[in-house]
């Protein structure tokens, strides 16, 4: 396990189980790229659905990951900025979805919107994709 998820589990004061090891790597090796319930089970070997299911959850609620919706209807999650925390999320930027391969990552910078909520509203998630075609998959 490498000293970077390590210090992730201390940090969000998380038990270093054998799970989240195998399940915070993967995000460590993936960087920007956000991972599915799937791309972690056959990354994982002979991964428990409802351990990886809890441990997904723990990790968001914890600020370790966030949810990217790339409009595919398939829930991702991608690694957090290190000032997210349990009790806010600072992941205001946009991700990208490839139509080609179904890559979905995390694009630099954050995303300032000029839109104006009616009185009383109050914004709880934000969520940004642009879609189009990855550097991998355009013609040469």
Same mark, same amino acid.
């Given at each position: 396990?490498?000293?970077?998820? #390590?210090? *992730?589990? $201390?940090?969000?004061?998380?038990?270093?189980?054998?799970?989240?090891?195998?399940? #915070? +790597?993967? /995000?460590?090796?993936?960087?920007?790229?956000?991972?599915?319930?799937?791309?972690? +089970?056959?990354?994982?070997?002979?991964?428990?659905?409802?351990?990886?299911?809890?441990? #997904?959850?723990?990790?968001?609620?914890?600020?370790?990951?966030? $949810?990217? *919706?790339?409009?595919?209807?398939?829930?991702?999650?991608? #690694?957090?900025?290190?000032?997210?925390?349990?009790?806010?999320?600072?992941?205001?930027?946009?991700? /990208?979805?490839?139509?080609?391969?179904?890559?979905?990552?995390?694009?630099?910078?954050? *995303?300032?919107?000029?839109?104006?909520?009616?009185?009383?509203?109050?914004? $709880?998630?934000?969520? /940004?994709?642009?879609?189009?075609?990855?550097?991998?998959?355009?013609?040469?």
């Amino acid at each position: 396990m490498t000293e970077k998820a #390590l210090d *992730i589990l $201390q940090r969000h004061q998380l038990r270093n189980t054998a799970v989240r090891r195998q399940v #915070l +790597e993967q /995000f460590l090796q993936a960087g920007h790229k956000a991972l599915s319930n799937s791309d972690l +089970e056959d990354a994982l070997e002979n991964p428990d659905r409802i351990t990886l299911y809890r441990t #997904l959850k723990t990790f968001e609620q914890k600020g370790i990951v966030h $949810q990217a *919706i790339d409009g595919s209807g398939t829930t991702k999650y991608a #690694l957090c900025q290190d000032e997210c925390s349990e009790h806010e999320h600072h992941d205001d930027h946009a991700h /990208f979805h490839c139509h080609d391969c179904g890559k979905t990552i995390c694009l630099e910078g954050s *995303i300032k919107s000029a839109v104006q909520l009616p009185e009383g509203f109050q914004v $709880q998630q934000k969520h /940004f994709v642009l879609e189009g075609t990855c550097a991998d998959c355009q013609p040469e």
